[in-house]
């Protein structure tokens, strides 16, 4: 069940969804190579009369290691059928609920450059189809709350890390004695590296922090003039983060959808754009534009 849903309300959706009870995994191939060949999500474009509809792409690979995929939009996640994949050429069967029932439309089409081209054909006519690969997110992106072991000492402060379109990275360091920048931020593979700019009163050092993530947990060592530390991070929001399946129930009907969350707490919701997941406990609330 999905709270406070209006479906009257096209631009402007509010869900507030229990993760433990509602939420579970959907099939994804970020873990087998987002970036290889065609798994992954595809962003693409649809004309369905006088309308360009958005929707997404996304392939995977099933538990029998065979290729499959789903359409995702506005109206819900719907898997497709007879998905196949070679030489380039894509091609797949994509069956959607009309108002006089259901619509079959086949698909054949080409991946080259990043890019899918191609058009979907039914009984209804014929709807060009073109689209490119979505960005991703890197790995490390997110705010990550860092504990600085140093003797019988602790410190806390808080990592942000932020990609712009193109992925470059960016961050920042921000504790109770203020907001440090952080330079050489990289991120290769399961490893996070960067160097933090600390100025105390009118004296100024530098220190340097490489590390290895797993899963939401960062853990490295930060080094200075002044020694080396043990360092332990968690990002926020781990509980959230990941790509989901929802069973949505209303008017007596009920549809798939899928809800992707970032690393950095953006993400989607179908094919619609999230800038920022909220969480309470273990409740997650967002709002698409």
């Given at each position: 069940m999905i709270k406070n849903m209006k479906p009257s309300i096209i631009l402007?959706?509010?869900?507030?969804i229990t993760c433990a009870s509602i939420l579970c995994p959907f099939s994804d191939a970020s873990a087998q190579g987002q970036r290889r060949g065609i798994y992954g999500d595809w962003n693409i474009s649809s004309q369905?009369?006088?309308?360009?509809?958005?929707?997404i792409l996304a392939f995977s690979r099933n538990q029998d290691g065979g290729l499959e995929g789903s359409w995702i939009s506005f109206f819900g996640a719907t898997r497709l059928?007879?998905?196949?994949?070679?030489?380039?050429?894509?091609?797949?069967t994509y069956v959607r609920r009309g108002r006089n029932g259901e619509v079959s439309s086949v698909f054949k089409g080409t991946i080259e450059n990043?890019?899918?081209t191609g058009s979907l054909n039914s009984?209804?006519?014929e709807s060009k189809v073109t689209g490119e690969r979505a960005t991703r997110i890197p790995r490390g992106t997110g705010n990550w709350t860092m504990t600085i072991k140093a003797g019988e000492r602790e410190y806390t402060g808080t990592l942000s890390v932020k990609a712009d379109a193109s992925g470059e990275l960016a961050g920042e360091w921000?504790?109770?004695?203020?907001?440090?920048?952080?330079?050489?931020l990289v991120v290769s593979r399961n490893e996070l590296s960067f160097v933090r700019t600390i100025k105390t009163q009118d004296i100024e050092w530098k220190a340097s922090f490489s590390?290895?993530?797993?899963?939401?947990?960062?853990?490295?060592?930060?080094?200075?003039?002044?020694?080396e530390a043990q360092v332990n991070g968690k990002r926020h929001g781990g509980l959230a983060i990941g790509t989901w399946n929802l069973n949505m129930e209303s008017n007596q009907r009920t549809r798939k959808q899928r809800l992707r969350i970032h690393s950095d707490l953006s993400g989607f919701f179908g094919s619609m754009a999230i800038e920022k997941v909220h969480l309470d406990g273990n409740k997650i609330s967002f709002k698409t534009p």
């Open positions: 402007s959706i509010s869900l507030l369905m009369g006088e309308r360009t509809v958005q929707s059928k007879d998905v196949t994949f070679e030489d380039n050429q894509l091609g797949f990043r890019k899918i009984d209804r006519g921000s504790s109770p004695r203020g907001v440090s920048p952080v330079s050489d590390g290895s993530i797993q899963g939401n947990v960062l853990e490295g060592v930060v080094k200075s003039e002044r020694g």
